[in-house]
């Protein structure tokens, strides 16, 4: 089935360690998303990338590094996990037309103690 | 600072009546909205979206009415289903001031409720 995949789907972690959370379209999109789900807060942008081989901070970028060596891949690491970075994790992809339409992929929850 | 505001955290409603979910932003070069409709445990999806060249866009029993002079938007849904028992996004996008690098803004959700 076409879309975007995530993994895991679940982690917890401890304070302190390194985690890289996985994104996969096979959509071909050119742009590609992370956003952060929480509560009261709603969907906040953590980077981005137009198109393999750039990457662009978004709103709430500390903490977090992006790379885009493909078209397909976009992987979002923490280097060294923050308590406050317990979130749900939404990867997107959208092609470069007039809409805004994201597909995003089912989420990644990571909690991190 | 959020440009995108939904000021109803959550909304209930009755089967068959209808739902009215309410967006306001303050970004006046916002020229795209979209609303999102996420399920517990999915990723959001595409639920409808309007340009501002337009005040009313429909499909099917949802239909999105945007004011721009009240930098209001709001999303309708009629008749009102337990499958639409979700939590809504309205998202907004500016084209022209970051034409190829457009990104997305959210607003903070609203969990809509439907009682049969």
């Known amino acids: 089935i076409a879309g975007i995949t995530q993994a895991p789907t679940s982690q917890i972690l401890a304070a302190g360690r390194r985690m890289t959370l996985r994104c996969t379209q096979d959509m071909r999109h050119n742009a590609m998303y992370w956003y952060r789900q929480d509560l009261g807060l709603g969907l906040r942008l953590i980077h981005y990338?137009?198109?393999?081989?750039?990457?662009g901070k978004g709103e709430v970028p500390d903490g977090y590094s992006v790379s885009r060596a493909n078209t397909d891949d976009f992987p979002l690491t923490l280097a060294s996990a923050v308590p406050s970075q317990t979130s749900v994790y939404f990867c997107a992809s959208r092609e470069h037309t007039n809409t805004g339409e994201l597909f995003f992929g089912e989420g990644s929850r990571l909690t991190v103690l | 600072d959020q440009q995108v505001k939904q000021n109803s955290p959550s909304l209930s409603v009755q089967e068959g009546r209808i739902s009215i979910l309410n967006c306001d932003y303050t970004n006046s070069m916002f020229d795209y909205f979209l609303w999102y409709k996420k399920y517990p445990a999915e990723g959001p999806t595409f639920l409808i979206s309007i340009s501002s060249i337009k005040d009313k866009n429909e499909d099917g029993r949802f239909t999105v009415f945007l004011n721009k002079s009240a930098k209001h938007l709001s999303l309708h849904i009629v008749p009102s289903q337990p499958g639409d028992s979700a939590v809504y996004f309205c998202a907004a996008i500016s084209h022209f001031s970051n034409f190829g690098n457009e990104k997305l803004t959210f607003g903070t959700g609203t969990r809509l409720t439907i009682i049969p």
């Open positions: 990338s137009n198109t393999a081989g750039t990457t």
